[in-house]
């Protein structure tokens, strides 16, 4: 029986890492070992980095919020409140586009919920 000995499938992995380390300097892009380390690693931050970039919109959004409430002399937190309690179902990426984009009907969402209360 003959012998296996799995070239094609070994040098189509390494390929598809050096692939991936095409942007690395050095070593990293060049000798398999360290350029699986980094592609590893890099990786890793891509996901960690992907649900961070969601946390950080969303702070984002919330103090572009709060800033325009400022401005109209109430709270985010009140703001908000008197938001769900008249049913207005705008989200914050949304309110935040409101409020930079047009100061005017942010100020008449605002004074509009603050009546229904």
């Given at each position: 029986m ?5 070239g094609p ?5 390494r ?8 942007g690395q300097?050095g070593?990293r892009?060049k000798w398999?070992r360290?350029?699986m380390?980094?592609?590893n690693?890099a ?6 980095d ?7 919109f969303r702070r984002?959004?919330?103090l572009?919020?709060?800033n325009?409430?400022?401005?109209l002399g109430i709270?985010y937190?009140?703001?908000?409140k008197?938001?769900?309690d008249s ?7 949304v309110?935040?586009?409101i ?9 008449n969402?605002?004074e509009?919920?603050?009546k229904?209360?």
């Amino acid at each position: 029986m003959s012998r296996v000995k799995y070239g094609p499938a070994s040098r189509r992995r390494r390929k598809k890492v050096s692939k991936m380390a095409k942007g690395q300097r050095g070593g990293r892009s060049k000798w398999h070992r360290i350029a699986m380390e980094s592609v590893n690693k890099a990786l890793a931050y891509g996901t960690r980095d992907r649900r961070a970039k969601k946390r950080s919109f969303r702070r984002l959004w919330i103090l572009r919020i709060s800033n325009a409430c400022k401005e109209l002399g109430i709270s985010y937190s009140k703001f908000m409140k008197n938001l769900r309690d008249s049913k207005v179902l705008l989200n914050r990426k949304v309110l935040s586009d409101i409020a930079v984009n047009d100061s005017q009907a942010f100020k008449n969402l605002a004074e509009g919920v603050q009546k229904d209360k």
